[in-house]
């Protein structure tokens, strides 16, 4: 009870400590599951029900409202990985349609000291952050869907989000437009 | 200046938490009629200041339905845009409510629900911890605190 004071000033925390977490999480995942896919697939899960919750914590620290247009939404999530990860994605490669974008890291917070064995080609190290990325959007009304195009882990150069703006979501009584 | 009572809704319009203070006079109805009342009104209340709104609303922190106020008391309103419904009654003098609102939801609700992960976000809250710093916030408020002139 006594957090009052410093609470709410974003809580430093050293990033390698985080980054062995995960990698305890991932390896934990791998020897449970067995198969590359299911582990992705759980990877995204579990990210999916950390960014419904997340979202909360990112508007009340930004104060920021609804977005105007998709690439209103990238900027704010390049903002969100500021002040979660601590790293600065660019945004380039926008779609024709200007409802898609890649987010280009060129360092990853998640991936320090990892190396994928060979065994683990398929592994989506970082497929985390979709699911992040999914769930958070869905609370505000947007389903995208994201996935990852280059890996720094798999030879690449930089590691490269793909992500997709696939439609408005309306709820059943609607709480955006009607 | 006093606060008289609490209402918070999820995005889909079902109560999540309720509080009062210094409520003098009940409804005569339930808990969970009177909040369903409370949001309907709600809920028309911000379709028709959209639809009547003669300027073209662009979206902002503070767009649509802000208060309302009567010869007795003020409603304040705030909604977050994850579709969270937050609900004030205060006295018709009490001044800055919005801010204590925006407290309210990013030093409780996101301290003590969003980050307990035993808080199911899609049901009402029971959280006692949540209940105390609710309580706690508003007593601390000068909206609560100032003495009525």
């Known amino acids: 009870m006594s957090r009052q ?24 995942l791998l020897k449970d599951y067995e198969n590359v896919d299911e582990v992705n697939k759980q990877l995204e899960r579990m990210g999916y029900n950390i960014g419904i919750r997340l979202i909360e914590d990112y508007l009340a620290r930004t104060g920021s409202g609804r977005c105007y247009d998709f690439k209103d939404t990238a900027e704010k999530i390049q903002a969100g990985f500021r002040i ?47 699911g992040v990325l999914r769930g958070a ?17 798999k030879g690449d150069n930089v590691t490269e989000l793909r992500v997709k703006f696939i439609k408005r979501l309306e709820d059943a009584i609607p709480a955006g437009e009607d | 200046m006093t606060v008289h009572n609490f209402y918070m809704f999820d995005r889909y319009g079902q109560l999540l938490f309720y509080a009062e203070w210094n409520r003098l006079r009940q409804s005569g109805i339930t808990r969970e009629e009177e909040a369903k009342l409370m949001y309907g009104m709600l809920f028309s209340i911000k379709s028709f200041v959209s639809r009547i709104s003669p300027l073209d609303s662009s979206p902002g922190l503070r767009e649509g339905f802000h208060c309302y106020r009567t010869s007795k008391y003020a409603l304040h309103y705030l909604e977050t845009p994850t579709g969270l419904k937050l609900v004030l009654n205060t006295d018709t003098a009490a001044v800055n409510v919005h801010e204590l609102l925006q407290q309210i939801y990013s030093q409780v609700y996101v301290e003590y629900v969003v980050k307990n992960p035993l808080c199911n976000l899609s049901e009402p809250i029971k959280s006692d911890l949540f209940e105390a710093q609710l309580d706690l916030c508003v007593k601390q408020s000068h909206v609560f605190t100032s003495k009525p002139t």
Request: with cysteine.
């Open chain 1, 84 to 130: 979660f990860l601590g790293v600065s994605p660019q945004i380039t490669n926008w779609g024709a349609g200007g409802d898609e974008f890649s987010l280009v890291f060129e360092s990853n917070p998640l991936t320090e000291f990892v190396e994928l064995p060979d065994h683990c080609l398929n592994l989506k190290y970082c497929n985390i952050l979709a």
């Open chain 1, 137 to 153: 959007c869905e609370m505000v009304q947007m389903e995208v869907t994201s996935w990852f195009v280059q890996d720094q882990l």
């Open chain 1, 5 to 28: 004071g410093a609470r709410l000033d974003a809580k430093r925390v050293n990033s390698e400590l985080f980054t062995l977490t995960y990698g305890t999480l991932v390896a934990q």
